[in-house]
Nanobody, 112 residues
Framework: QVQLVESGGGLVQPGGSLRLSCAASGIIGINYFMGWYRQAPGKQRELVAGISSGGRTNYGESVKDRFTISRDNAKHTVYLQMNSLKPEDTAVYYC??????WGQGTQVTVSS
């Protein structure tokens, strides 16, 4: 059974940083595209960042130069380093594997 467990969300002031983690289990070899998505109230879920099994990355326009996605295949874990956070980054952040499996989400709130 595949499980994705996110952690690292919370409340942060504008301009602050957070690091999200997504630990995967049940995925042999983790040779999948991994992505971070987010969904704010009343909005559609959107791709924030993605990373291929080979380390190629892509980012949503609104987070380029602020967020960094990385992966540790040995630990079956994907990370999202978020810097210079803005109130509009407030959302539930979800981890996705292979465009098939989803985590339960972790809340990120950016507010003073």
């Amino acid at each position: 059974q595949v499980q994705l467990v996110e952690s690292g969300g919370g409340l942060v002031q504008p301009g602050g940083s957070l690091r999200l983690s997504c630990a995967a289990s049940g995925i042999i070899g983790i040779n999948y595209f991994m992505g971070w998505y987010r969904q704010a109230p009343g909005k559609q879920r959107e791709l924030v960042a993605g990373i291929s099994s080979g380390g190629r990355t892509n980012y949503g326009e609104s987070v380029k130069d602020r967020f960094t996605i990385s992966r540790d295949n040995a630990k079956h874990t994907v990370y999202l380093q978020m810097n210079s956070l803005k109130p509009e980054d407030t959302a539930v952040y979800y981890c996705n594997a292979g465009s098939k499996w989803w985590g339960q989400g972790t809340q990120v709130t950016v507010s003073s």
